[in-house]
């Protein structure tokens, strides 16, 4: 059974630039969020799918961010513009109906 | 609005001791899930337990066990005998139970856990 696959897993770069993360969900799973976690924090909820459908987002999702879930298989978190703040740890979680939500390992961002 | 207070930001112990993690809770729901995931140093969330506010029973799973107490708005995590394997972040989280929902996770800030020999 392959858990959630999420690639990759380190990513730095300069303020400024774009940045996209990929989430691979278990598979059957057709609920799919993301979250974001800042050191000695918990994580945060960012959005969520359900099958190809983008069906929540936090207020913590500004405008430059971005989430797809095209076939409602794998995901993409887009980051335009990415500010210093934005260094966290970003974490895709996937589950069926009613069930726990299974993490993958995570992306963690860093901003130079 | 939901809210998860982990109190507890860092316990050490000593391998062999009794430790308990609190999670205290808020919540305007009637129906909920609670839940205890561990986060290594690795970074990966592993879900832990999930009960439902419905489901006051105590749960044993191993060495671990959960106490929850819908009176005081608390569901405590105990590890027995604790072993230096056990060294890790532990999360208390709050959802929803609604599966028309999203089912989203409030979590608490995390306890630390260290274990030494």
């Known amino acids: 059974d392959t858990g959630v696959s999420q690639d990759p897993r380190h990513k730095i770069t300069k303020r400024g630039q774009n940045v996209t993360f990929r989430c691979d969900p278990i598979?059957?799973?057709?609920?799919l969020y993301w979250y974001r976690q800042t050191l000695g924090q918990g994580p945060e909820f960012l959005t969520y799918?359900?099958?190809?459908?983008?069906?929540?987002k936090s207020r913590l999702l500004s405008d430059r961010f971005s989430a797809e879930r095209p076939k409602g298989s794998f995901s993409t978190l887009e980051i335009q513009r990415t500010e210093q703040g934005d260094s966290a740890m970003y974490l895709c979680?996937?589950?069926?109906?009613?069930?726990?939500?299974?993490f993958g390992d995570g992306t963690r961002l860093s901003i130079l | 609005a939901q809210k998860v207070t982990q109190a507890q930001t860092e316990i050490s112990v000593v391998e062999k001791e009794d430790v308990t993690l609190d999670c205290v809770y808020e919540t305007r729901d009637t129906t909920y899930y609670l839940f205890w995931y561990k986060q290594p140093p690795s970074g990966e969330l592993v879900f832990l337990i999930r009960r439902n506010s419905f489901d006051e029973q105590n749960e044993i799973s191993g060495r671990y066990s959960w106490n929850f107490q819908k009176s005081t708005s608390s569901f405590n995590f105990t590890i027995t005998a604790s072993q230096v394997v056990d060294s890790a972040v532990y999360f208390c989280a709050l959802s929803e139970a609604d599966t028309g929902t999203a089912s989203k996770l409030t979590f608490g800030t995390g306890t630390r856990l260290q274990v030494t020999l």
């Open positions: 598979s059957e799973h057709n609920r």
């Open positions: 979680a996937s589950s069926t109906d009613n069930q726990p939500q299974h």
């Open positions: 799918f359900q099958n190809e459908a983008q069906l929540e």
